[in-house]
């Protein structure tokens, strides 16, 4: 679909960018911000345009709301844009700085150099460098004693509240390097991205700063060329849903111009006309996923899939589920993965609510590559018994598994809302018992490092009388009691583990990679 740059046509004002003036529809031109309709909201809110197409004689604006999530991003006519107001026009990229070049080796007169024959490096101002200032080092060091007594050490399960009697947090240091090796510089950035990465975690936990932080975090994927990437599909129609997409996803260009794309909820075969879909309805004769079912009871049921052997139809769920992951960017190798699907049961057949998938054999122990419930089945239960069945896989494997990082905002929500209800039912069960964290993760299948991020995000996790203990606060409890009256009300979904007829599955190297 041809997108065109309007703000290079005749008539542009003589601005300069970063800006404010009052603008036309022949003006407006990517990058500019200004106050757009939001439906949702019913009122007018700042945006920024991202892309700019002519459809029919018409052009359409895509836009993202300042402070909203990337998902929120949507297609607008002029008619929804407010012109009354003053725009914002962008601002001009900074030059880049030019690399510096390299210094000649000085001599030992010119540079002073310590005992170790070291060059002295001059502290930056604000920089304190005195005997009171930790170094990284000591950092690293105090920080990995106090990591391995926490493994080490038994925790035992109280009801009461203790004193939080902790160790303080880390202050930032912000030094310069004394060495100046590449090898050495990369392996101290290597350390830091580790001791930084999802592995640490906050000491304190708020699910609704959390929530308000994943809101307006925008994309979870790890290639900024996938964040620029424009939503390029309007609508899909699965079975009877009527969905929008939320990100973009690479189907054939052909489909952007559609006002519908045409999924059928058997094959996952796609299609751009109603009477081409139609006529392809008469001829499928699929009515579940192509795979063994492995668990049935009275609601859903899984079904396994080699992505290898059913390669169209595993391509397909890719493709559609790329529509609402943003940080899934592989969707064509999937030889590699089995995946495991979510169905309900009518007289028409099995139709599709969630799955997840997960690699043959995952050298990092993950039980999860990619999960998802479609939108039009989300917040019914059904994420948490996705999440519960890859756990019940693990067990029958003996394994302890996690999910693959990073997951998406309502991935990470899902799974800490999992863990939490985990943890916290098996210490009410062993309440009055000593339980280790090894005892845990053994019990729930979830690795020590989960079991130990779910802790501190709960702020269960504390130091009393010289050593960590798991405590089970008044807050935690009077949550779970609330939990318990509103399920008795909706109901839960639970799952019955006798009823998986599932072994784990044996594979040769040829099976695991990609083969023809």
Known sequence: ???????????????????????????????????????????????????????????????????????????????????TKEVEWPRPDRPAK?????????????????????????????????????????????????????????????????????????????????????KAAAAARAASAKQNGTSGTPET??????????RTSGSMTQSAHEISRVRNLSKLQIGKYEVEPWYFSPYPVEY?????????????????????????????????PPGNEIYRDSTVSFFEIDGRRQRTWCRNLCLLSKCFLDHKTLYYDVDPFLFYIMTTRDEYGCHMIGYFSKEK?????????????????????YGKLLIAFSYELSKREGKLGSPEKPLSDLGLLGYRAYWQDTIVDLLLNNKGLETTIDELASMSA?????????????????YFKGQHVICLTDAILNQKQ???????????????????????????????????
């Not at 509103?486 to 083969?515: H, S």
């Open 1 to 83: 679909m041809p997108t065109r740059d309007t703000s290079t046509e005749a008539g542009t004002p003589d601005v300069q960018t970063g800006e404010k003036s009052i603008a036309t529809i022949a003006t407006l031109r990517v990058g500019v911000k200004l106050y757009v309709y939001h439906e949702n909201s019913k009122e007018h809110r700042l945006a920024e345009i991202l892309s700019i197409q002519t459809r029919k004689g018409t052009p359409h604006y895509y836009v993202h709301y300042e402070e909203f999530n990337k998902r929120l991003d949507e297609w607008v006519p002029p008619t929804r844009l407010d012109l």
């Open 98 to 182: 030019k690399p510096e070049k390299v210094a000649k080796a000085s001599t030992p007169r010119e540079t002073p150099t310590s005992a170790t024959g070291r060059a002295q490096k001059r502290p930056r101002r604000g920089d304190s460098l005195g005997p009171g200032t930790p170094t990284l080092a000591q950092k690293s060091s105090n920080k990995k004693s106090r990591t391995s007594a926490l493994a080490d050490d038994d925790l035992v399960v109280q009801s009461e509240t203790v004193g939080d009697v902790g160790t303080p947090e880390d202050e930032e240091v912000d030094e310069e390097p004394a060495e100046t090796d590449p």
């Open 205 to 214: 936990f708020s699910k609704e700063h959390e929530i308000e932080k994943l």
């Open 256 to 288: 952007t111009e559609e006002e519908i794309v045409f999924i059928c909820e058997f094959c996952l075969s796609y299609f751009g006309e109603e009477k081409r879909f139609q006529r392809h309805r008469t001829k499928c004769t699929l009515l579940h």
């Open 361 to 381: 054999e995952s050298a990092e122990g993950y039980n999860v590559a990619c999960i998802l419930t479609l939108p039009q089945f989300q917040r019914h239960g």
């Open 446 to 462: 979830m690795t020590t490092q989960d079991v130990i991020h779910t802790l501190q995000n709960l702020n269960m996790l504390r």
């Open 482 to 516: 609330k939990q318990i009256e509103k399920q008795k009300i909706k109901g839960k979904r639970t799952l019955d583990p006798e009823l998986i007829q599932w072994k784990p599955p044996v594979f040769t190297a040829a099976n695991r990679t990609w083969n023809w």
